[in-house]
């Protein structure tokens, strides 16, 4: 089951493509970054964000959005597949060669993406996927943001699938 996260982008963390430090100083910024985290996470009663790499860039986990930060950062969704059989591997591949064919406003954008591979053998053991992140958030967001006793309006509902459906269409 895919997971989705939060993530931000700061630039400040390292590893930024345009930047051309050398490896001593990346290093210190790297753990200097670590180490301001850690400390301010402790005084705030949280324990520090986890890092995540892809590719070239560094993201920090702001929070869990589902299953299946500071100002001036950039915030993005990254859907995370755990691959354990060779089907899913094949099923990941596909995933990102679709999403790379597709441009259309009814499907969410790729903005980046990397396989993961196991160092001693090689095989592939997950797939991180980078998204936009839209603060809305998923119509399963939407009906549990709809109070107890209330009912989403039959119009919003037809948009909704109508705009799944554009979406899906776009792959064909």
């Keep these: ?26 290093f210190i910024t790297n753990f200097l970054a670590v180490l301001w985290t850690s400390i301010a996470s402790l005084f705030a ?4 964000p986890t890092v995540v790499h892809v590719n070239a860039r560094k993201f920090a986990i ?27 591997e094949e099923r990941l591949t596909n995933e990102i060669a679709a999403h790379k064919a597709v441009n259309s406003p009814f499907v969410v954008k790729l903005l980046d993406s990397q ?27 939407r009906i549990d943001r709809t109070p107890v006793g209330e009912f989403i309006p039959l119009k ?15 792959f064909q």
């Design 1 to 26: 089951m895919p997971q989705f996260q939060q993530l931000e982008h700061d630039d400040s963390m390292g590893n930024s493509p345009s930047r051309s430090l050398s490896s001593s100083m990346n």
């Design 45 to 48: 009663g949280m324990k520090p």
């Design 62 to 88: 702001v929070k869990q959005l589902g299953e299946g930060g500071r100002p001036g950062t950039d915030r993005y969704a990254l859907k995370r597949i755990r691959i354990q059989l060779p089907e899913q």
């Design 115 to 141: 396989v993961v591979r196991e160092r001693s053998n090689g095989a592939v053991v997950e797939g991180i996927l980078l998204l936009p992140f839209y603060s809305n958030g998923t119509v399963q967001d």
């Design 156 to 170: 919003t509902i037809l948009n909704i699938a109508i705009d799944v459906c554009k979406g899906l269409s776009a």
